[in-house]
């Protein structure tokens, strides 16, 4: 089956510092990638939607200054976590559609981010 | 996409049938039912989908009801690893956009 990556699968930073979280998809090309934030106990909060080759469209009270996407490349997303606060702390979650099957999502393994 | 109801949680003893119910009464004709599963700290996996036919696959069957305003995913034998929170999803397939997730159903199959 389709496989999405991401990494690092976790990460702890001093509060300021800026995290970069990779998604891969390995054995297909996805025109579009989600990503998706989840506090404990919370479900899946979607946070913004990234096109290869234009800027992403963010979801209603999420900052794009704050949480820079970049999707360079059909099989490459990147979320970069500037300034990062411990509210930040989240397991941040990534989802590709795959252009070859009409409507399929694939999700990566998630990134816990904690932030010190 | 259509709001969906589920149970917050339910139990299952292991090796029984876990039946998990959703409800999802506003879907529109070409909305399709995706059921994924999210076990602890990972991300979500896919399960099935369907659109009216009830469906099988080696993880589950889908269940759809002709009016199509509810399903039911059923695991046949439950195991211990199956242990999740079971998210009932509907979604236009052809409209390319997201999936939104509502609270799911936190399956606990228990020895």
């Known amino acids: 089956g389709a496989v999405v990556s991401q990494h690092p699968s976790w990460v702890i930073c001093k509060s300021g510092t800026s995290v970069k979280i990779e998604c891969r998809s390995l054995?297909?090309?996805?025109?579009?990638m989600f990503w998706y934030r989840q506090f404990p106990k919370q479900s899946l909060m979607l946070m913004a939607t990234?096109?290869?080759?234009?800027?992403?469209?963010?979801e209603q009270g999420v900052e794009k200054d704050k949480f820079l996407i970049n999707h360079a490349s059909l099989t490459l997303s990147t979320l970069t976590v500037t300034s990062a606060h411990p509210e930040d702390s989240s397991f941040y979650i990534c989802?590709?559609?795959?252009?070859?099957?009409?409507?399929?999502?694939?999700f990566g393994e998630g990134s816990r981010l904690t932030v010190l | 996409d259509a709001k969906t109801t589920q149970p917050p949680s339910m139990d299952c003893a292991e090796g029984r049938a876990a039946n998990l119910p959703c409800n999802h009464s506003?879907?529109?004709?070409?909305?399709?039912v995706y059921w994924y599963r999210q076990i602890h700290s990972q991300g979500p996996q896919y399960i099935i989908h369907?659109?009216?036919n009830n469906e099988t696959n080696e993880m589950a069957s889908l269940i759809i009801t002709e009016d199509r305003k509810s399903s039911t995913l059923i695991l046949p034998h439950a195991t211990l690893r199956d242990t999740a929170v079971y998210y009932c999803?509907?979604?236009?397939?052809?409209?390319?956009?997201?999936?939104?997730f509502g609270g799911g159903t936190r399956l606990m199959v228990k020895p």
């Open positions: 989802s590709a559609r795959d252009r070859g099957r009409a409507g399929e999502l694939f």
């Open positions: 054995d297909f090309q996805a025109t579009t």
């Open positions: 990234s096109n290869e080759g234009s800027k992403a469209t963010y």
């Open positions: 506003t879907i529109s004709g070409n909305e399709y």
């Open positions: 369907g659109l009216k």
């Open positions: 999803i509907v979604r236009d397939i052809n409209a390319g956009n997201m999936l939104t």
